[in-house]
């Protein structure tokens, strides 16, 4: 315990980073059957600790491609040296589609 609030003093993201890092750790452990209980179960931050907000993403469907365009930009691209970076753009929601007029 004194690991975990020590560091509040200093900097207020590592008592978090650890509380996340000794969870993860402890249900792996939990769930090979290493230990019997988690005792980071329930363990709450200490005080002087900003709760974080979760934060949720809107996606506006009309600005995103459809499953037909999307096919037409990755045939477009196939023989081309971006062809990767289109498919990694478009995995990771990178490309936004501000031509309206072709849906």
Do not use: W
Not at 11 to 32: E, F, G, H, V, W
């Amino acid at each position: 315990m004194k690991m975990y609030k020590e560091p509040v003093k200093q900097y207020s993201a590592i008592p978090k980073r650890a509380r996340t890092i000794m969870n993860t750790s402890m249900r792996y452990a939990l769930s090979k059957r290493l230990i019997m209980t988690n005792p980071c179960e329930g363990l709450e931050l200490p005080k002087g600790v900003k709760k974080s907000k979760y934060y949720t993403i809107i996606v506006d469907e009309t600005k995103t491609y459809t499953l037909e365009q999307v096919k037409l930009l990755l045939e477009a691209s196939k023989e081309t040296r971006i062809h990767m970076q289109m498919v990694f753009a478009l995995l990771m929601g990178l490309l936004a589609n501000l031509d309206h007029s072709a849906q």
